[in-house]
């Protein structure tokens, strides 16, 4: 987890550093060339210098040891933070749309900017998209949420980027200056659905579950291969950052003795965690064989693992 929270680190502060650049250098290119639509670019890349504060100081608490308020840990504060860069992506999809608006009601019409303001924007669209794939990069090998998202973020950077580019053709090429706001609109719109899709994708982690059931499958076929434990059952996995907490309830012999009970019990977690990566923690209930209890409506055994799933 260490490594992980360090990767986390090293990665915002390349985005930060990478967006300070840019929003620096956007802006001022804008002032010297006039170009208002620049400056507002530059201070859009100035938003994104806060993102990345924000996985940074997430990061810092995340890799905080539980203790007696939290003794689960601190691994859900980086769902929250997700939720709060899905917010941001959504302003931004939002504030793209209602500029859009305004330009159709006031009648707007889009202005030639200075070559180097042309320039400036390739330029950024060329550091977004190296800093979207690192991104991308270590989100992936982390599966950090916060890092997928900002990683979006800066995709849609260069899509807005681009779209402007495109709104230029359109309107002074091709003399369409409706594929200007087709093209906007468009833009705005798939912004806010990736925010939302963003938003959505957190639930599942806040309320306690996982994406993905067949887990579910592995954990009892893990289970049938332990010499000694019978019938998986009341089997429950939820999912902080990237990490399982399960919890079961297994079948022994009802004459054995505690120790080989327990020796049993280490034997489940020994497997489970053979089979299963990125697992935080495993709590197994033991049971005597045949134990059956009709008020346990929750969870996964093999009886109920169709239905459930």
């Known amino acids: 987890m260490k490594s992980r929270s360090e990767e986390i680190v090293r990665a915002s502060w390349i985005g930060i550093i990478g967006n300070t650049i840019l929003a620096v250098l956007k802006i001022t290119i804008g002032f010297i060339s006039g170009s208002l639509a620049v400056i507002g670019d530059g201070i859009d890349s100035s938003i994104d210098i806060l993102t990345f504060f924000i996985t940074l100081f997430t990061a810092k608490i995340i890799s905080k040891p539980p203790d007696i308020k939290y003794p689960y840990g601190y691994k ?15 302003f931004v999809g939002a504030q793209f749309f209602i500029s859009t608006i305004s330009r159709i009601i006031n009648g707007i019409e889009h202005e030639i900017p200075s070559i180097i303001a042309i320039y400036v924007t ?21 599966e950090s949420s916060m890092l997928f998202a900002n990683a979006k973020n800066m995709r849609n950077d260069i899509i807005i980027s681009i779209s402007v580019l495109l709104g230029l053709f359109f309107t002074f090429i091709l003399e369409m200056p409706v594929l200007d706001i087709i093209t906007a609109m468009a833009v705005s719109i798939w912004i806010m659905k990736t925010a939302f899709e963003i938003f959505m994708e957190t639930n599942t982690e806040l309320m306690d579950g996982v994406k993905d059931t067949t887990i579910y499958h592995k954990i009892i076929k893990a289970v049938d291969s332990v010499k000694g434990a019978y019938n998986p059952h009341r089997i429950r996995v939820r999912k902080t950052s990237n990490l399982f907490f399960i919890d079961l309830d297994v ?12 020796q049993i019990a280490k034997n489940v977690e020994n497997k489970l965690k053979e089979n299963i990566d990125n697992i935080y923690d495993i709590l197994v209930h033991i049971e005597p064989l045949g134990n059956i209890e009709k008020d346990e409506h929750y969870g996964v055994s093999k009886d109920n693992i169709d239905e459930k799933i």
Request: proline content about 0%; aromatic content about 10%; cysteine-free.
């Open 122 to 142: 390739i330029l950024s669209i060329a550091g977004k998209g190296v800093l979207s794939f690192w991104q991308y990069k270590i989100a992936k090998r982390t």
């Open 76 to 90: 859900k504060a980086e769902t929250l933070a997700t939720k709060v860069l899905a917010f941001i992506i959504f």
């Open 251 to 262: 079948e022994v012999d009802k004459n054995i003795k505690v120790s080989e009970a327990h």
